[in-house]
């Protein structure tokens, strides 16, 4: 018996468009997804994960690594087994599946990282309609790394705001901003000093927009940590964001711990 269902938002996005016209790969991040679905499990909890198409998401390849999880080779190994073989991570819905069953059937959602879901979930109308939902409900919605990108699906014109941020014309994306749900609130995301390293020494490729200033022109209050890559979380009213890789097992604890609070309320 489980105290109640969650929803696990992932992205089936496999390439990110760079500055120049090309593309680099992308996915979900291994921990990102796994250690917070593991310490949900654990707590009691029963997750679903879902997507645009059904069909699972793709791990970055930088991500299938022990050095995620703090070199420890154990650890790794068990989140692979996890992603491999649960059938939780097996078999994943689609996004329009769950919301026609009910999404007041979920005590709270998660948005796992890697640069995917800001292809894909930033602009997708389904993982809109999600976020609306648990905005209004006042329930936990956690997202992490590049994961909080998605907020911005909440909004009626999501691919206008990304179109306008890729065009290089942030004022016209802030006129497509108005009203946003989580204009205000108090959220972190992959800081841009982070970004960097990434482009030079991963992607040897410019991105066309930093999450920080997409969320910023959005309507968010960003606060990112002191220290690039070290853990850091932001809970503002039901909304909980991590900033990086190295944020899951923090994330995961605040997660679970409002999901409790809110059961019980």
């Known amino acids: 018996m489980t105290k109640a269902k969650v929803l696990i938002v992932g992205s089936n996005a496999t390439r990110l468009e760079v500055q120049g016209g090309g593309f680099v790969p992308t996915g979900q991040y291994l921990n990102e997804t796994v250690i917070p679905a593991q310490a949900l499990v654990e707590a009691g909890y029963e997750v679903v994960l879902a997507t645009p198409n059904g ?50 059937n979920y005590a709270g959602v998660f948005f796992p990282g890697g640069h995917a879901p800001v292809v894909d979930l930033m602009q997708d109308r389904e993982a809109g309609e999600i976020l609306r939902y648990f905005h209004e409900a006042s329930k936990p919605t956690a997202l992490l790394c590049h994961g909080p990108a998605a907020v911005v699906a909440a909004l009626p014109h999501a691919r206008e705001f990304r179109a306008a941020l ?74 909980i964001t991590g900033q990086n890789p190295a944020s899951d097992h923090l994330l995961a604890a605040k997660l679970v711990a409002a999901l409790d609070r809110s059961l019980a309320e």
Do not use: C
């Open 55 to 104: 069909e699972r998401p793709t791990l970055d390849e930088a991500s299938d690594s022990p050095d995620h999880f703090e070199g420890d080779v154990a650890a790794y190994e068990a989140a692979r087994r996890y992603w491999d073989t649960d059938p939780a991570m097996t078999h994943p819905r689609t996004l329009a599946s769950v919301i026609a069953e009910g999404l007041d």
């Open 166 to 239: 890729i065009a290089g014309d942030p004022a016209k994306a802030a006129e497509w901003a108005k009203g946003w749900q989580y204009a205000g609130y108090r959220m972190t995301i992959f800081s841009n000093s982070e970004e960097k390293i990434v482009e030079e020494h991963a992607m040897h490729a410019r991105l066309h927009f930093y999450m920080v200033d997409a969320l910023t022109t959005a309507g968010g209050d960003l606060i990112t940590g002191a220290e690039d890559f070290a853990p850091h979380v932001i809970e503002d009213r039901e909304l």
